[in-house]
């Protein structure tokens, strides 16, 4: 197991079951000390080709936050329209610390910054290895929502459930083999010889579904609103977990 630092993650809206990306932002910032600079800014008609630089957007609102209940009457009062993911953002929420941006808000996605993660090695199934180093430290019921859209159509490639013990394994024949019969996962990503099994398994389901594709995910939540994700798109082939920190991990 390896510790990064001064990295950062993407959590997609759609993958959050309530879509409550204002907790995620709470989280974040619990990290760290008032004051924070806020900046809530909005795409502008005709956009620079730099998609990063942010100099010529119109900004709706510039805050100096100092105490708690100040961020939490501008959060709950702030609304950001939930887009599909990778679509183009309109609105952004921007947090910095002395110059240092710490948190994003678009309309698909929260961008963490300077986040420290838990970097795992494959061993067994990435499925199996991502739920491993989950478990252990999680406190039941736990949320998960998986995304198949490297493979499924959009709209019915994410589908939640709730795990409320160790065994992910039950949740995932109950919840998701049936998706095995689906005709588009056989087209364009298996050998042409390919045939459809017999027998439905956790085993083909992992074959099929494979998480090396963009957009496939996983993400979980427990009881203590800690965080897990297993995405091979943002995070570069690596297995990250993250959340309320009880074992030195910052989100």
Not at 89 to 113: A, F, H, P, W
Request: negative net charge; hydrophobic residues 35%.
């Amino acid at each position: 197991m390896e510790f990064q630092s001064g990295e950062s993650i993407d959590v997609y809206r759609e993958l959050l079951p309530h879509d409550d990306w204002q907790e995620l932002v709470r989280i974040q910032m619990t990290q760290h000390n008032y004051p924070f600079e806020v900046k809530l800014l909005e795409r502008p008609v005709k956009q620079n080709r730099n998609i990063y630089d942010l100099s010529d957007w119109t900004v709706l609102s510039h805050v100096i936050m100092t105490d708690t209940s100040q961020l939490k009457t501008f959060l709950n009062q702030l609304e950001i329209e939930q887009i599909e993911m990778s679509a183009e953002s309109k609105t952004i929420l921007s947090i910095r610390k002395q110059g240092q941006e710490i948190v994003r808000v678009t309309n698909d996605s929260v961008s963490m910054y300077g986040v420290v993660y838990e970097e795992l090695s494959e061993s067994g199934t990435e499925y199996e290895n991502f739920f491993d180093a989950v478990l252990p430290y999680a406190t039941f019921p736990i949320e998960v929502v998986f995304c198949g859209r490297g493979v499924l159509n959009d709209e019915d490639s994410i589908h939640a459930m709730t795990l409320n013990d160790t065994n992910w394994q039950a949740a995932f024949e109950d919840r998701l083999l049936h998706l095995l019969n689906r005709k588009e996962i056989t087209s364009g990503f298996l050998p042409t010889n390919y045939s459809k099994p017999s027998q439905q398994t956790l085993e083909n389901f992992m074959t099929e579904f494979m998480l090396c594709m963009p957009y496939n995910f996983i993400v979980t939540r427990d009881a203590n609103g800690r965080f897990g994700m297993l995405d091979h798109f943002c995070t570069n082939g690596k297995i990250a977990h993250f959340g309320n920190l009880r074992h030195g991990k910052q989100i």
